[in-house]
Every structure is written in structure tokens, then in C-alpha cells.
């Protein structure tokens, strides 16, 4: 099943106060390359719920999982200079009722959104399309464009531009949808209906979140079973991890938002050999930027029945995952770290499990898509949180990366899966960062 990405690229940008960057580099002596990420409410792909700008709306986290990850119906209206009610309700008419609807515009494939006129001459969608969309089942909407503003930056409130599609993305909150802006490569999408993701990120009491919208062209179910196995953010004792409530409608400010910051390698994220190997692959060097190995079936090895800590050696991984991994799938190592001790707690480190060097050799001659684990798989991770570790002692870490292999780590809730292979869907974070990126991941049973 290809992977089509949608995304735009988060990266510094001249309206959008979100942006990546980097808090550890090999350049200044550092002993890893490392990402870091600061969100501050909206801007380039991202997920917004109607408790943003409506007292007592929604927030994100009170819609199910399949509102962001489900076959959704796409509409071709590219040309269209003026979106109207008429043009919704004759192209969804007759088809079959999905809860996600994509509306192909073209306009950010057309234009960049560091340019002016990615706003200024975008095509109008009706605010009427809302209720019309509404009134036809549908949940959730995506666009390739924006509907932010541009504020006046001059002090005769010269400079400012009012978007004219903020009334649809308020009446879409108004209707009770959720809505993703500025998705782009919609073009990609061959049909007319596709299974469409969009992920936001894992932070509770928040009605915005970036994501990574992408598209699958077949899929073997319509209604999949969907477990969310990502840890949700928070402030941290451990990782260098800031959250925020700078705007409340509580409060009288016009929105509520949640803003957050992330300085390393923390909560659900995946690594690219050159966090810790100088000349490894980045994320973008990795298959469709790492969604070809994050995306696809997967095979569990449970160790969820042994007594913390316990480490992970050759004879007994070989003895519990047998012959089940197939060529392309994703590896996933389950101990049930976070579910028995919290991902709060100052235990996590020291009784978690450990993948001994001989072990991970060995999975590096498997040559799974990627290494996957729900808890932090060097025995020396545990030292962490008292001194300095150096990059030579994560030996488990290069055992994977000089096979030019990538991880996924911090999951959880991997018990509530059925099966022993499910689909993960594990969705990085599209950024400018080249050694890994926050995710948000889910299992998918078909």
C-alpha cells in the first residue's frame, strides 16, 4: 500500500510562529543530533477542533480515532476560483457516506506558502459549504490551503490581509467538524476516494495539533480497528518538555490554545541513524522520508509476561519471535513498560528492560523496516537521569543504526492489540530536523 505524503514541511517561516530546530549538534561538540519542535497553535499541516475559538466546543480528544484515519471522499474542484454549496452537494451526491472529506483544490501545489499570494489569490469556498457538508455525514475536512489570517504588522494596521475562508473554518467549528488545513501534493491521490490520515499529535485538552496528513491509494477495510499506542504529552521531570495554555476563552482571549515544546527525544518518536552516528542516513534519506518503514504490517515479540527489568538477549528473542518476521515488516519489542510503571515515573529508566548488543546484531541482520519498542532499549539509558551518557555507550542504538536501520520508540498500550501482526501506522512529523521527529502512532486491524 503506498504511502502519499501530504504534508507540508514545518520550517521557519515568516507568518507561523512554529518551527523546528535543532537542540543538540555533532557541529558544536555535542555528543548527539538531536531535533527540537516549538508549536504555538496553528500553522503549516495541522488539526483544529471547534473548542479553538468556541466556548465550550470539542476538543480534538473527544473524536474517535476514525474521524482522523478512515476512507475519506475527494473532491476535484481545482479551477475553481469560487467553491459553492451547488459544487459540494453535486460531486458527494449518491456516493457512499465516509466520515472524512478531502477537498482538492490545487492551490498549494501551485504555490508556495512562503509566498504572500499562497493567501492572497487562493480559491473562496462558500461558508454555506459548510452545513452542506455537514448535513451529508461527514466529519472531517481537509483542504490544501489556509484559512489564518495575515495581521496587520504596521502601526496604521497597513500590511494585514483578512482571510476570506476564515468563515468556512468557523462554520465548519460552528457545525461540530474537524478541520485540516494546508495539506498539499493532493494531486498524488489517483481517485476519487482514498484512505486518508490525519493524525494530530498526542496532546491532551487541545482542540489545534500539527500533523502529517497522508493518503493510501487501496486498503483491505473500511472500518479498521484503530488503537491509538502513542504516550500523550506532558509536562516532563525527564525529558525536556514544556506545555502550555497561553489563551484561554475562559479567560476572555479569543481562542484556546495549547502550545508546546520539545527539545530531544522523547514521548513517541522515531530516530534516524544520524542521531547518534555522524554520516548516517537522515530521516530524508530514509523511503518516502522514513513513511515506507514506519507505515506497513508489523510483528509483535511479547515479553509483556516477564518481571521488570530483564534483558532482552539473542537466544531469547530467536526463541519468541521464531519465524514470523516477514521481509518489509516493522519489528515491534513489547515489555508493557509504560502501561506497568507510567511514563511519569522515575522507575521507567531504571527497570526497564534491556536489548543486549548480541540481540540487536541480530535483528540487524533481519533487516525489519524498522525497530520498534515500548521502552528505552540500552541498559546505560537507565544512568541517564543522574550523569552524562556518552554516545558510545548506547551499543544496542549502533548495533541498529550501522545497518542504516531506524526506531520507533516510547509506544504503548501495544496489550490492547488482537493480533500479532497489526498495520502500524506510526506518522512522523514532517520538519526541517534531519535525525528524527516527534509521532503520533496508532495500530490498524483491518
Not at 110 to 133: D, F, K, L, Q
Request: aromatic residues 10%.
Amino acid at each position: 500500500m503506498p504511502v502519499i505524503d501530504c504534508s507540508q514541511c514545518m520550517e521557519p517561516h515568516w507568518l507561523w510562529p512554529s518551527y523546528p530546530f535543532v537542540s543538540q549538534s555533532y557541529h558544536r561538540g555535542d555528543e548527539f543530533l538531536e531535533f527540537g519542535y516549538r508549536w504555538r497553535g496553528s500553522g503549516f499541516s495541522f488539526v483544529s477542533a471547534p473548542g479553538w475559538r468556541i466556548p465550550g466546543g470539542k476538543q480534538i480528544d473527544d473524536y474517535p480515532l476514525r474521524m482522523f484515519a478512515g476512507v475519506a471522499q475527494v473532491l476535484d474542484v481545482s479551477g475553481s476560483d469560487l467553491i459553492c454549496e451547488d459544487m459540494v452537494t453535486s460531486q458527494t451526491a449518491g456516493r457512499a457516506r465516509r466520515d472524512i472529506l478531502v477537498l482538492r483544490t490545487g492551490h498549494a501545489e501551485t504555490i508556495h506558502n512562503h509566498r504572500p499570494e499562497y493567501w492572497h489569490v487562493a480559491p473562496r469556498i462558500s461558508p454555506g459549504c459548510a452545513s452542506v457538508i455537514a448535513r451529508a455525514g461527514f466529519t472531517h475536512v481537509a483542504i490544501d490551503m489556509s484559512c489564518d489570517d495575515i495581521p496587520a504588522s504596521r502601526p496604521d494596521n497597513e500590511g494585514g490581509f483578512r482571510n476570506p475562508n476564515g468563515a468556512f473554518r468557523s462554520a465548519l467549528h460552528a457545525e461540530g467538524l474537524l478541520f485540516t488545513e494546508n495539506c498539499t501534493n493532493l494531486g498524488a491521490i489517483p481517485g476519487d476516494e482514498a484512505f486518508f490520515v490525519a493524525l494530530p499529535y498526542a496532546i491532551p485538552e487541545s482542540a489545534t495539533a500539527p500533523c502529517r496528513p497522508l493518503a493510501m491509494e487501496s486498503w483491505p477495510s473500511d472500518t479498521p480497528r484503530i488503537i491509538d499506542v502513542s504516550v500523550p504529552i506532558f509536562n516532563h521531570w525527564r525529558w525536556k518538555f514544556d506545555v502550555s495554555h497561553p489563551k484561554r476563552l475562559a479567560e476572555g482571549d479569543g481562542s484556546d490554545e495549547v502550545h508546546f515544546l520539545i527539545t530531544g527525544h522523547g514521548f513517541t518518536h522515531c530516530d534516524a541513524p544520524c542521531h547518534m552516528r555522524k554520516g548516517g542516513a537522515t530521516i530524508q534519506d530514509l523511503p518516502n522520508e522514513g513513511l515506507d518503514l514506519f507505515i506497513g504490517e508489523a510483528v509483535i515479540v511479547d515479553f509483556s509476561d516477564l518481571e521488570l527489568p530483564f534483558p532482552i538477549t539473542r537466544e531469547r528473542l530467536v526463541s519468541r519471535l521464531g519465524d514470523r518476521l516477514r521481509p518489509g515488516d516493522r519489528l515491534v519489542l513489547r515489555s508493557d513498560l509504560t502501561n506497568k510503571l507510567g511514563y511519569e515515573s522515575r522507575e521507567w529508566h531504571l527497570k526497564s528492560p534491556n536489548l543486549e548488543v548480541e540481540a540487536a546484531e541480530w535483528i540487524a541482520s533481519l533487516q525489519p523496516a524498522a525497530v520498534c519498542l515500548d521502552f528505552p532499549q540500552d541498559y546505560i539509558a537507565r544512568e541517564m537521569p543522574v550523569r552524562h551518557v556518552y554516545n558510545e555507550e548506547f551499543v544496542a542504538h549502533h548495533a541498529i543504526f550501522r545497518a542504516g536501520l531506524p526506531f520507533v520508540e516510547d509506544l504503548k498500550d501495544l496489550g490492547q492489540l488482537r493480533t500479532e501482526r497489526p498495520f502500524l501506522m506510526a506518522v512522523p512529523l514532517k520538519t526541517a530536523c534531519v535525525d528524527g521527529a516527534p509521532m503520533r502512532a496508532v495500530a490498524l486491524e483491518w
